[in-house]
């Protein structure tokens, strides 16, 4: 008998870390965790198996269909805004390539099991692009089909792979003279910036949010590459953990797309930086703007319109700005950086 297991790629990373501990400590599911990097360790108690592999591997993941009945792929690996701007060409490598990779493995696991393979994908407010701050600041909120015309290497592989998922879910070589009936079940959240208490992004833009929170907890100055008043939404990692399993459970008769915004608050920089100032008063904090970086998160949107996700899937935030730096950013922080001597 194959063990019934959800396949998470790109584990180690930081939606991968919320993921696998509320996972795990729900032990609703054995988890089959692959990263290029070695695994964390903290995360070795909730998983089946690791699998330091890299998802351009096809032979790797023909393997894991020969061994395994997986039930859910939650496809999170993925080079963020800033990193694929140095390597384009890599960036879309991974993260096209090898979301193609594991899109062709679910419509495959699908066929086998003889029933559709959940896909979860996160998706990102990178896709937006907005020509200039006047419409950036009179849009608003935006909706998923608008302003889609991102100014990113990552944008543009995230808006490709939603459509991949869509044609992989519906269209899936649709002139075979016997189109295959169990494809994929694709859902997709667009995810605003993310700010997790245990780990610090690598490589995006909207890094100096939890970049200014990180070090002013360690006592370390920080040099904010972006305007006082940038604006983009944000979220606390416990919301992100919420929604990604809120899609996976909602029955599929409720979903009116496959693709959903999702956000919680939308704070300018140095809205951050009083929350982070109240509560690390020492904080040095200091504003050196990078220009390209600053152009890209002056493309993404101030806020998005995540309505539909409220009404197909129940989607509503438990943190909204003050709660998710009173409640969980902050005193989760103080006791990680106490414990780990650097307070
Ligand atoms: N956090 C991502 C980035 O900055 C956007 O989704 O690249």
Not at 105 to 120: A, C, N, R
Request: aromatic share 10%; glycine share 6%.
């Amino acid at each position: 008998m194959r063990k019934e297991v959800i396949l998470i790629t790109g584990a180690n990373g930081e939606i991968g870390h919320g993921l696998i501990t509320q996972i795990g400590a729900e032990k609703r599911a054995r988890i089959l965790a692959m990263d290029l990097k070695p695994m964390d360790e903290c995360l070795e108690v909730y998983c089946e198996r690791f699998i330091l592999g890299d998802i351009l591997d096809k032979m790797l993941l023909g393997r894991l269909m020969a061994e395994y009945e997986i039930t859910t792929i939650y496809h999170l690996a993925s080079i963020l805004s800033t990193k694929a701007e140095y390597n384009p060409e890599t960036a879309h490598e991974i993260n096209v390539e090898g979301t193609i990779n594991l899109l062709r493995l679910g419509v495959e696991l699908s066929q086998w099991q003889g029933k559709p393979v959940k896909f979860i994908y996160p998706s990102s407010i990178a896709v937006y692009g907005l020509p200039d701050l006047k419409t950036k600041v009179s849009e608003g909120k935006i909706k998923e089909y608008q302003w889609c015309n991102p100014i990113t290497m990552y944008g543009c592989n995230k808006i490709y792979c939603e459509h991949l998922g869509r044609y992989y879910s519906r269209y899936y070589r649709q002139l075979a003279k016997d189109p295959i009936k169990n494809t994929i079940d694709f859902r997709c959240i667009r995810f605003p910036g993310l700010i997790s208490a245990d780990t610090t992004p690598t490589g995006g833009t909207s890094d100096y949010g939890p970049e200014m929170l990180h070090s002013a907890a360690k006592g370390i100055p920080y040099e904010c590459f972006v305007r006082k008043d940038t604006r983009i939404p944000f979220m606390a990692m416990p919301d992100a953990i919420k929604a990604l399993q809120l899609i996976e459970k909602a029955p599929k008769e409720n979903f009116s797309q496959l693709v959903y915004n999702v956000t919680s608050f939308s704070p300018s920089a140095e809205e951050i930086e009083k929350y982070v100032k109240v509560a690390f008063p020492k904080c040095e904090i200091t504003y050196e703007i990078h220009h390209s970086r600053q152009a890209i998160v002056d493309s993404w949107p101030e806020d998005v319109d995540d309505s539909p996700a409220r009404k197909d899937w129940g989607w509503k935030p438990d943190y909204k700005m003050n709660r998710s730096f009173n409640k969980y950013l902050i005193p989760a922080i103080r006791a990680r950086y106490a414990q780990a001597g650097c307070n």
